[in-house]
C-alpha cells in the first residue's frame, strides 16, 4: 500500500486547485493508497466551517471534507504556524492534528508518494 500525502496550500476558492487535490485523494483512497492530507498557508482556510462554495461557483470545500471518512480517509495535518498566523482555531475539530515545521517534514519523509505545491 502506498502511503501518499497531498498537501493544499491555496485558499479553497481562489481556482479549482484544492477541489482536484482533495478528488484525487479520494480515488487515492479508493485504490488502497494510505491517504492523508497536510494543510498549509492560505490552504488552512479550507478547514473552516459552513463554508458556500456555491455561492462563487465553487464545490463547499467543507462538504467535500466531510465525505472523507467514507473514503477512510482520517489523517488530517495542518501546520500549527500557518493556523496561528491567521488567528484561526481548529479546536473545535479533534480530527485535525496540528504539525509543527519539523514534524511536517518528518510526515513529509515518511511518504511515499506527495503531492500538491506550495505556489
Known sequence: MK???FIISHP???NTHNTELLEAAMVGAVFDGDVSLLFRGDGVWSLLPDQ???KVGYKTFSKMLSALPTYEVDQ???CAGSVADRNLSMATD????MLSLEQQAT???AQDVVIGAQG
Open 12 to 14: 479553497p476558492y481562489a
Open 76 to 78: 488530517l495535518f495542518a
Open 52 to 54: 458556500h462554495g456555491e
Open 107 to 109: 510526515l513529509i519523509a
Open 3 to 5: 502511503k501518499m500525502l
Open 94 to 97: 479533534p480530527a485535525i492534528e
